[in-house]
């Protein structure tokens, strides 16, 4: 079993940062053999990718409303996963999910609220 706790969550004023951090750990952990990822969900919208970074760190993907914005970075050595969240609009509000996933394996961690105030 994995387990993935965020942290970092909470208000801010449009424009403002935030530094999500996702802790991993559990007897089948290895950092190098996952991708990890950050996704959002919205009330009442589908959850969504927001940005992914491969097992090594080499490889990252972001959806477009993101990018230029947000960076996510892997620190394999302490098992963490970031996301710092630059420029922030009101739109970014949601419950940010992180995730890891290996081959036909995935786990989520319990989310963390983002609110972004206009």
């Known amino acids: 079993q994995v387990q993935l706790v965020e942290s970092g969550g909470g208000l801010v004023q449009a424009g403002g940062s935030l530094r999500l951090s996702c802790a991993a750990s559990?007897?089948?952990?290895?950092?190098?053999?996952?991708?990890m990822g950050w996704f959002r969900q919205a009330p009442g919208k589908e959850r969504e990718a927001v940005a992914t970074?491969?097992?090594?760190?080499?490889?990252?993907y972001y959806t477009d409303t993101v990018k230029g914005r947000f960076t996510i970075s892997k620190d394999n050595a302490k098992n963490m996963v970031y996301l710092q969240m630059n420029s922030l609009k009101p739109e970014d509000t949601a419950v940010y999910y992180c995730?890891?996933?290996?081959?036909?394996?995935?786990?989520w961690g319990q989310g963390t609220q983002v609110t972004v105030s206009s």
């Open positions: 559990g007897r089948s952990f290895i950092a190098y053999a996952y991708d």
């Open positions: 970074i491969n097992w090594s760190g080499a490889s990252t």
């Open positions: 995730n890891a996933v290996r081959g036909p394996v995935g786990y």
